[in-house]
């Protein structure tokens, strides 16, 4: 599975964007989507997820401001990023988890840059 993430940029404090992650190749089963996180000098933050049962589930830092969804015709999982504030700057990551046979894996996006300007 390759994922390619898209879809930051620099934006104002208050404002929105969307990010992408479109997957191509396949999987048996998928586990989750998750959105990470990483601001220079900080660990890894997980920011949202979506189950293959399509629950979904928010940090604590961006509860009421950030919604993930997905659509499997796309195959692509979007993350809308709402009244950003400037300690939202971070590379955004995407990852897979699901299984191929018995084996679960991780695969990761290369990350796309959001830079919210106060």
């Known amino acids: 599975v390759q994922l390619q993430a898209s879809g930051g940029g620099l934006v104002q404090a208050g404002g929105s964007l969307r990010l992408s992650c479109a997957a191509s190749g396949s999987v048996d089963s998928i586990n989750a989507v998750r959105w990470y996180r990483q601001a220079p000098g900080n660990q890894r933050e997980l920011v949202a997820t979506i189950t293959h049962e399509g629950r979904k589930i928010y940090g604590d830092s961006v509860k009421g401001r950030f919604a993930i969804s997905g659509d499997n015709a796309k195959n692509t999982v979007y993350l809308q990023v709402n009244s950003l504030k400037p300690e939202d700057t971070a590379v955004y990551y995407c990852?897979?988890?699901?299984?191929?046979?018995?084996?679960?894996?991780?695969?990761w996006g290369q990350g796309t840059q959001v830079t919210v300007s106060s």
């Open positions: 990852n897979v988890r699901g299984y191929q046979g018995d084996t679960l894996h991780d695969y």
